[in-house]
């Protein structure tokens, strides 16, 4: 799907409105794959925003995940990941099991491949591409 850059909110609110309404048995987990510069953080900016969150949401490539309180049923957390840096194997390093087995986490993760075979291989996939300057191609998968 072609999504100008102006329209991200309005992709962001149709992927909230489409979240679970019931909890599972573990955390809901989206992998965002793509470029960088394809658009994952701005993407996890406008959903965060739709989620109700007031603090600033910023890539965390540094520190690996950080967490947002939420308060949209069955959620109570948004946990943005950016596995940029990580190697295969070090996703214990990260808490990364205990983020994905608490049901009332929505997980969203950056570099989804780069947690190697522990990202759940049914987990819902959406992969950005730079189709121009003002417009990102979405592809939707698990």
Not at 89 to 107: H, M, R, S, Y
């Amino acid at each position: 799907m072609l999504v100008p850059l102006g329209k991200l909110a309005l992709f962001a609110h149709d992927f909230v409105e489409a979240l679970p309404k019931k909890e599972g048995e573990r955390a809901h987990i989206v992998g965002l794959s793509g470029d960088l510069g394809a658009g994952k953080t701005t993407f996890v900016q406008c959903v965060a925003r739709e989620l109700g969150v007031t603090d600033a949401v910023t890539s965390p490539t540094f520190v690996i995940a950080e967490r947002y309180p939420i308060t949209r049923a069955p959620f109570t957390s948004l946990v943005h990941i950016d596995a940029y840096r990580l190697e295969p194997g070090e996703a214990p390093t990260i808490g990364w099991q205990d983020f994905i087995k608490d049901p009332k986490n929505l997980v969203l993760v950056e570099w989804p491949e780069n947690l190697g075979d522990t990202f759940p291989k049914d987990a819902p996939l959406l992969t950005f591409a730079v189709a121009d300057e003002t417009s990102r191609l979405i592809s939707y998968g698990s």
